[in-house]
């Protein structure tokens, strides 16, 4: 009996550490969307909740024939060893497949990073010029245009593959190129990271990315005072400086989005019940 109940631990424990950095998209309603930062939560898949139920299952249906019929030891250990064999084989098929997600979202932007590379070069530069009536007795060497005040609203994008992006976000320290997708979705979050609210121009950009490895999977290692830099649609290079890194519940929208700095990016924690928020000053 001791070895059957140290068996069915040790199994039990290698279930759960295999399932352990599985995650799953958090989908919520309009409404709740608006409530909570998205991210993604660890949840057991089907095929491994499936396992879990039967390795549960037989081991205590085990237990009560044991004790009922006296089942061998011999064979109740292989009906054991079989049913966690089974558990771990599907955890492990639910884990490549969330590894393939991580790899495709991975390919995604690579690909999206060097059309919009492409575009940017190819896009003319324009200046929109004050539209001035002026008498030509009027005119002279002390006449100076006022800055035209620059509109804060939408960023402006490119389109590609039907999805609009306001820029590349470029983190050095990581290694990594971004394209970012002008609106999220949970769909668009699955691919590249997304300009959550805010604008550059307003200095209060928002990004979402979800933790995979090739996107803000490592965020929380950034270190105060590392450049971050976003190449908007125009070609413009904007550098922002991490200023701090902090962990906050999903609730916390209205920190994340109304605060003093210039750019903040957030990501969901390994076990998606906090976020990730890296909070960034604009580089003198």
């Known amino acids: 009996m001791k070895r059957l109940a140290l ?20 989908f919520q309603s309009p409404a709740e969307a608006q409530a909570i930062l998205p991210g993604r939560l660890m949840s057991l898949p089907v095929p491994v909740m499936l ?3 039967m390795f549960i299952a037989v081991i205590g249906i085990c237990f009560i024939t044991k004790l009922i019929i006296k089942l061998k030891a011999k064979l109740l250990g292989i009906l054991l060893v079989s049913v966690g064999a089974i558990a771990m084989l599907a955890s492990g098929v639910a884990m490549v497949q969330s590894r393939a997600e991580d790899s495709s979202a991975a390919v995604y932007s690579e690909r999206v990073v060097q059309t919009l590379i492409e575009q940017i070069e190819l896009r003319p530069i324009s200046v929109d010029w004050p539209q001035l009536t002026i008498n030509a007795s009027e005119v002279s060497d002390e006449y100076i245009l006022e ?40 769909s668009a ?11 550059i121009e307003s200095n209060s950009l928002v990004i979402a990315a979800h933790s995979y490895e090739s996107h803000f999977g490592y965020i929380d290692t950034l270190l105060a005072g590392e450049a971050i830099i976003l190449t908007d649609v125009e070609g413009i290079e904007h550098t922002y400086l991490v200023a701090k890194t902090e962990i906050v519940e999903p609730s916390s929208v209205d920190a994340v989005i109304y605060s003093d700095y210039d750019l903040t990016l957030f990501t969901c924690t390994e076990s998606g019940k906090e976020r990730i928020v890296v909070r960034c000053m604009r580089s003198e």
């Open 7 to 26: 068996n069915a631990f040790v199994l039990l424990t290698v279930l759960i550490i295999s399932v352990a950095n599985l995650s799953a998209p958090i």
């Open 51 to 53: 396992g879990f139920v």
């Open 147 to 186: 800055d035209i005040p620059t509109d804060a609203g939408e960023p402006e994008y490119l389109m590609i593959d039907g999805a609009n992006y306001i820029g590349i976000l470029s983190i050095p320290a990581l290694g990594v190129d971004l394209p970012v997708n002008r609106t999220w979705t949970y």
């Open 189 to 199: 979050l699955q691919l590249t990271p997304c300009r959550y609210s805010g604008s």
